[in-house]
């Protein structure tokens, strides 16, 4: 399994970007993808999951209501838009497919089987 996460690079406070995950090697019907970040120095964080399958979506509060987790089944991609973006969004970004974990564990690093290389987002004030 493969997870290749892309779209990363320097924006001002405000602007907008949108990460890419592609994922190939399996199937991942079954599948929870997430978005995690890490700061430097600091632990990484829970971001947003979502089911391959669509049905659920989990945000983290700091970002709840301007990312946008979301997937393409047909392209094998994982997407997250980030609106708005603050200097404290400034991070690695990393994406991770689990299997078998439910709604309340969404948020849970160390449930997920699977993790890209990370991409960085660093966003100047």
């Known amino acids: 399994v493969q997870l290749q996460a892309s779209g990363g690079g320097l924006v001002q406070a405000g602007a907008s970007l949108k990460l890419s995950c592609t994922a190939s090697?399996?199937?991942?019907?079954?599948?929870?993808m997430g978005w995690f970040r890490q700061a430097l120095e600091k632990q990484r964080e829970f971001v947003a999951a979502i089911t391959w399958k669509g049905g659920v979506i989990n945000y983290a509060p700091a970002i709840e209501g301007r990312f946008t987790i979301s997937r393409d089944t047909a392209k094998n991609t994982l997407y997250l838009q980030m609106n708005n973006l603050k200097p404290e969004d400034t991070a690695v970004y990393y994406c991770a497919a689990g299997t078998g974990l439910i709604t309340s564990s969404y948020s849970d690093a160390r449930l997920y089987d699977y993790w890209g290389q990370g991409t960085l987002v660093t966003v100047s004030s």
């Open positions: 090697g399996r199937t991942f019907n079954s599948y929870a």
